[in-house]
């Protein structure tokens, strides 16, 4: 992944916050929108597209774009660093792979362990009981 030619591909739209605010909220276009085309991405192998669109098939659209937005600070530059390092996290993520489980079994000290720990739990349920009068 190549974040230079990554970032050169990112649309940025300004809006205004949504909630309410004063009379600064209704001038100033604070919330940024990224939206990224991971389809006519040139910063992606083969590989890392297929990849992407598996990972990520939930978050994007029906044009293969993802569509970001923060509106969390009063400044539209912060919002913009903000929803950047959260695509760039988004992305890293799923370009991540998973190593392979590798079955075991459990060792013999480990069942025997176990057990005890079950027997002797079960005495001690058993010796709260109330006695037998009969």
Known sequence: MNKETLQREFNFKAIRSSGPGGQHANKVASKVVLTFNLENSK??????????????????????????????????????????????????????????RKATKPSKSSIEKRLRKKKKQAIKKFSRRNPNLD
């Not at 993802?66 to 919002?79: A, G, I, M, P």
């Open 43 to 100: 910063a992606f192998t083969k590989e890392e597209k297929e990849l992407l669109f598996v990972k990520l098939e939930t978050k994007l659209s029906k044009d293969n774009t993802l569509v970001l937005s923060v509106e969390t600070t009063r400044s539209q530059h912060k919002n913009k660093d903000i929803v950047i390092d959260k695509l760039f996290k988004i992305i890293s993520n799923a370009l991540k792979t998973s190593k392979k």
